[in-house]
């Protein structure tokens, strides 16, 4: 069997701590495909990476 690599995966509500953002909005990245996720049973489980990802890719300016 083939090592799995070390990954840490967050929670919507951990994610959504620490983008400062609300869990809803976590939910519409993610069905968006804007934040990749795994499905685990009836939840969401977001590798601690692509939220790094996320959070330092530069913001649009909207105004």
């Known amino acids: 069997m083939a090592e799995l ?3 840490r995966f967050l929670t919507v509500a951990e994610v959504a701590d620490l983008m400062r953002v609300s869990k809803m909005t976590v939910y519409r990245l993610v069905h968006a495909g804007e934040l990749p996720a795994v499905r685990f049973g009836r939840s969401y489980r977001v590798p601690e990476s692509a939220v790094r990802d996320a959070l ?3 913001v649009a300016d909207v105004g």
């Open 5 to 7: 690599p070390d990954m």
């Open 56 to 58: 330092q890719r530069p």
